[in-house]
């Protein structure tokens, strides 16, 4: 892009620059820092140039907006034809109560919804398991059978939203109830749009919400991804989640690594089974979180389109130019939030939304002000949505299309990324592959050294945090609402299984059990058995047991 003398002459001015006018400066007013870096620990000069983009190529490197290799975004006219789906991520107590949280949500101009799920649910175990006690509704709703998912969108036509569900290890049965649900209002499969985040990789690496062993795991997952394909052409499958990831710890290069790396593998496994890679892979999707420092994450979203792109076309083979799109839902960081002066996280929340929004993000979630001290109360999540209703209507951000392009900083940055990328990938290459690497512990050990030399900064105060160790209120006084939960909500959801099982047919249930159970056993795809339990009113907990029964669990390894 830049002529070579040119850049020559810059090379002289820049040198002049600092030996005179940079020298004169520092002279006067020492900068604050002997170095400056990112959030993830990255260096940053002081100033970028065309020399350090100075073999970037336009049409290869970035391309037009829509067009390969996607750097610009994958629509070409982005937020100029219609906004990023508003995502509000909600779920809390029982069903009743989330359903009153979505019927609100859709009310205040939420365009999607996104389900989080309680802990024993997450676990597949049913409420009144002896494993879920005091974990009731704690960190999202209760769902133990289809009658909690008929309860929970009551009222809400499903064939006019897309719902994203939260769920991995058990998330072929919930998203089965979710079917079931909507065949009860009268929608087909066919005309149901959604995510389900079935993303079992990042729960060994991450968040450790596995229930079995990687192999049969991975087996549900490309179950769910074939069913989907030849099934719900309206429905993403799999969000491969970069989110938790980096909520663990990780930094931007390694939550782009691991996630994308991740994805790969479960093309590698769909492939194996037999599918066409342009069957499945224009459904794939992800999930990416945007953390504090603003421009490492616009990098971040723009590197992780060019190397999606690059990799399904050159390594895969795929010919359907949607097979390329790295299409992503984005959640502003949870981790970054603090109890201390809650009302300082709509700041936080405001900067990682505008840069996940400028990064050509499809979707985003914004988290809410209180999420550090409870579960988001109505007033919180109404000031998060505004968040992005702001963003959108009066920022001018939506304007133009990847307006930050050309940048010397941000597409060094971008380039730094995707380099980083490729590093890690040869090491997961050297250990044999995603799965081994997750055995030798290798990806939870970096994310572990990167979460210790964050808090080591926060803690020799080297990185300050507002309001926790920068700016303290050592007469801080909580002054915002707190969300409260049904004390009923329990009681009432316990009286309904109870109920369940003594209404149900039972010979039924134990019949579409019996058939899972051998289906699971054989190599055949699980989801039309489950889909035949949850019709039957088979609950999550007997259908999970199903599986542990076959698959047996996992434990994790302990390395030394």
């Known amino acids: 892009m830049y002529d070579k003398a040119k850049l020559a002459q810059l090379a002289e001015a820049t040198d002049r620059w600092e030996e005179t006018t940079l020298q004169q400066t520092l002279a006067r007013a020492p900068e604050r820092k002997e170095q400056f870096v990112t959030t993830s620990g ?166 450790k919400e596995y229930i079995f062993p990687p192999e049969p795991s991975m087996r549900l997952v490309i179950d769910t991804i074939e069913y989907g394909a030849r099934h719900m052409p309206l429905w993403n499958t799999i969000s491969i989640s970069g989110y938790h990831i980096r909520e663990a710890g990780s930094t931007a290069a390694q939550e782009l690594a691991f996630t994308l790396g991740d994805g790969l593998e479960y093309v590698r496994w769909a492939i194996a089974r037999g599918m066409d890679v342009d069957e499945f892979a224009p459904r794939l999707s992800f999930f990416f979180n945007s953390h504090n420092d603003f421009f490492e994450e616009i990098a971040k979203f723009r590197a992780a389109r060019r190397i999606w792109a690059r990799e399904m076309r050159e390594t895969f083979g795929a010919k359907n130019p949607r097979s390329w799109l790295c299409r992503f839902h984005t959640q502003t960081a949870g981790v970054s939030l603090t109890a201390q002066q809650p ?106 050294v990167a979460a210790y030399r964050y808090q080591r900064e926060i803690d020799r105060n080297e990185r300050y945090i507002v309001g926790v160790n920068a700016y303290a209120d050592p007469n801080e006084k909580l002054r915002i609402p707190i969300l409260a939960m049904d004390p009923q909500g329990y009681d009432r959801q316990i009286a309904r299984l109870k109920r369940l099982r003594e209404e149900r047919d039972n010979e039924q249930v134990e019949t579409t059990l019996s058939a899972l159970r051998a289906a699971a056993a054989g190599t055949e795809n699980t989801m039309p058995y489950i889909l035949d339990a949850v019709r039957a009113y088979a609950t999550l907990g007997e259908i999970t047991d199903i599986f542990r029964e076959v698959f047996g669990t996992y434990e994790e390894p302990t390395w030394i």
């Open 42 to 207: 990255e260096p940053i000069r002081r100033l970028y140039t065309p020399l350090d983009v100075a073999d970037l190529d336009y049409l290869d490197d970035l391309g037009n907006p829509g067009e390969y290799p996607y750097t610009r975004g994958v629509h070409s006219t982005l937020y100029r034809g219609k906004p990023w789906t508003m995502r509000m991520f909600a779920g809390f107590g029982s069903a009743e109560e989330t359903n009153a949280r979505y019927k609100y949500l859709l009310g205040q101009g939420n365009m999607g919804l996104s389900v989080a799920f309680d802990l024993p649910t997450l676990m597949g175990y049913d409420t009144d398991a002896p494993q879920s006690l005091g974990e009731f509704g704690k960190c999202g709703v209760a769902i133990s059978s289809l009658a909690d998912m008929e309860i929970l969108f009551d009222g809400i036509p499903l064939d006019q939203v897309t719902t994203s569900m939260t769920i991995n290890s058990p998330a072929a049965i919930i998203w089965a109830m979710y079917i079931a649900a909507a065949e009860k209002q009268g929608v087909p499969q066919a005309k149901l749009g959604g995510t389900l985040q079935n993303d079992i990789l990042k729960e060994y690496i991450a968040q």
């Open 343 to 448: 009302e300082t996280n709509v700041v936080r929340v405001a900067i990682q939304a505008l840069a996940a929004v400028l990064g050509g993000t499809q979707s985003l979630h914004t988290n809410s002000m209180d999420e550090a001290l409870a579960l988001p109360s109505e007033e919180a999540v109404t000031v998060a949505l505004r968040t992005q209703q702001i963003i959108a209507e009066e920022s001018g951000v939506v304007n133009t299309v990847d307006p930050l392009a050309g940048s010397f900083f941000v597409e060094h940055e971008t380039n730094k990324i995707e380099a980083q990328v490729y590093d890690y990938w040869q090491q997961v290459d050297e250990l044999g592959g995603v799965l081994p690497a997750i055995e030798q512990g290798f990806f939870q050990s970096e994310i572990s």
